[in-house]
């Protein structure tokens, strides 16, 4: 429920201030604490359009994934050690087009999960386990149910690892999850169909064993409802991959009930989740506000609140990570129709009480796609950063809170001894060392030298975490809506 509203003033120590609305239990009877330092910021740069979809992280290390939009999708990936060094980096070469949005810890090195040929009668799920150097070690396809798919997250579960994504069928858009051993061999293929339209955007292994599947889902129009709202969706999965329960959830704006309703990730509380999502009037993005809730381990629902910037800003909530002092939501936050995108990050209890808040940006259009903890009570966020109206996107990994990076101790100059008999040499030049938090750029490997890709498509400059691009996967499900309409005849 969502009664009451309070503002609030947004506490960021870097970046931009925004004032922003709370609507529901934030305010909490405990004292607030203190905002988590930013400890550093590192950047993936290798080609023009390197969009970042996922982000995982192991023994304080971090591995964040996408694709290159340049042309032609090739996957990559990135690792930094737990003080942001730079460890390895990798893009795959590939002979179609590839989009990955996901990735897992695999050993020392990643799993990552993607989709050949996307969105193309044809495509395949596709994996690529890479070491802990970044050289691939082995690729794997797999057959899902209908066509066009596209994969949209995996996570380890137990000892193998579980998979999810979307497929379109004769009459729907149905969501599936697939498991694969450590050495890429299927376990079980699960189809959720059970609605005209429905998205697995997420994946996480379940409190009580299993996995967990976050997404959206929208029923069949009726007499009595023709237009039925997106209700956000999660859905536990056992070990066979059999469906124990599934739960739907809205949420309600000042302006009325959403009509889009879809949760992105899920975190543990230890007997159940919060869960991050986002809540809007309409596909157009307008009005759009990030949304958590909390549930039991079967998917009961408990506190809830929404969040947004402004009186006309839009938020969403794509992630949410542990904390030492509780729960870290990580997005994205728009001031308003005009103003640009900045990485939002949101400090909560297990009661969805508000700590602290705050939005960084590097001086462009910056959002935060995954959130993971960093073992030191810390978190790690990671995404993408671009100069607005230019065409360039960077991946981006900030660390929030746990360990202070070590300040490095100067080396003492040694004097020299003049010597009676010296001869005066030319004096060098000292170079400044540079303040800047970036690592200089990291020599990269490829499966295969190429030539430099040309981009030829092209991207809304409001940035891909929002507006035109961010509303991707709602327009998307509207359009499909239509096209499924028109099949009816």
Known sequence: MFEHTSRRRVLASTGLLAAGTLVGPVEGAGAAQAELPLRWTETYDRNGYDTARDAVADDGAVTLAGYTNDGDDRPWAFSVGPEGERRWGTALDVDEPTRVRGVASAGEGALLAGTHSEGQEGGTVTLFRVDGEGKRQWTRTYD?????????????????????????????????????????ERQWLTELSEHRITYAFGVRPAVDGGALLMGTVRPEPTRSESDPPYDGYVTKLDGEGEREWAERYSARTTGGSGQVQLVYDAASTGDGYVLAGYVA???????????????????????????????????????????????????????????????????????????????????GIDVGF?????????????????????????????????????????????????????????????????????????????????????????????????GAVGALVALGAGALSRWLRSRDG
Not at 316 to 344: K, N, Y
Not at 409 to 437: D, E, F, G, H, L
């Open 370 to 466: 995954a959130a993971v903890p960093a073992g030191d009570g810390g978190f790690v966020v990671g995404g993408q950063t671009s100069v607005r109206g230019a065409d360039d996107v960077d991946g981006l990994i900030r660390k929030y809170g746990g360990d202070p990076v070590p300040t490095p101790t100067p080396t003492p100059t040694a004097t020299s001894t003049p010597s009676p008999t010296a001869t005066a040499s030319p004096m060098s030049t000292a170079t400044s060392t540079p303040t800047s938090t970036g690592t200089p750029p990291l020599a990269m490997e490829t499966d295969a030298a190429g030539s430099t890709p040309v981009r030829t498509d092209t991207t809304s400059g409001t940035g891909p975490g929002f």
């Open 144 to 184: 899902t149910p209908g066509d066009s798919p596209r994969t949209y997250d995996v996570a380890a579960v137990g000892d193998g690892y579980v998979v999810c994504g979307v497929a379109l069928t004769s009459r729907q858009l149905v969501a599936w999850a697939l498991r694969v051993d450590e050495e890429g």
């Open 281 to 363: 009037p309409s596909f157009d993005g307008s009005a759009g506000r990030g949304w958590a809730l909390t549930t039991d381990e079967s998917g009961g629902r408990g506190n809830s609140f929404l969040y947004q910037p402004g009186e006309d800003g839009t938020a969403r909530f794509f992630a949410v990570a542990p904390t030492e002092d509780g729960f870290a939501l990580a997005g994205v936050a728009q001031e308003g129709e005009t103003a640009a995108d900045s990485m939002l990050v949101l400090g909560v209890d297990d009661s969805l009480s508000r700590n602290w808040r705050r939005t960084d940006r590097a001086g």
